[in-house]
């Protein structure tokens, strides 16, 4: 299998915000585990009720925490 060729950005994302991860898991309902795994780029799924309440938590669009190189 190869690799896939999208990030998530999500570490920008809350950098720019100034939010933590334990922050960012308390407003969406999903463990920092499971946040952790995606924002390192290790998730190899994401639902999209996850990747909504983060765009809603964040104020941004999917797009804005996911990039293809």
Same mark, same amino acid.
């Given at each position: 299998?190869?690799?896939?060729? @999208?990030? &998530?950005?999500? %570490?920008?994302?809350?950098? *720019?915000?100034?939010?933590?991860?334990?922050?960012? %898991?308390?407003? &969406? $309902? &999903?463990?920092? &585990?499971?946040?952790?795994?995606?924002k390192n780029n290790h998730a190899k799924a994401v639902?999209?009720?996850?990747?909504? *309440? @983060?765009c809603e938590a964040l104020g941004c669009l999917p $797009?804005? @925490?996911?990039?293809?190189?």
């Open positions: 299998m190869s690799e896939t060729k @999208i990030r &998530v950005t999500l %570490s920008e994302a809350l950098e *720019a915000r100034g939010m933590t991860l334990t922050e960012l %898991s308390q407003l &969406v $309902g &999903v463990s920092v &585990v499971n946040l952790s795994l995606l639902r999209f009720t996850t990747l909504d *309440a @983060i $797009g804005d @925490i996911l990039t293809r190189d």
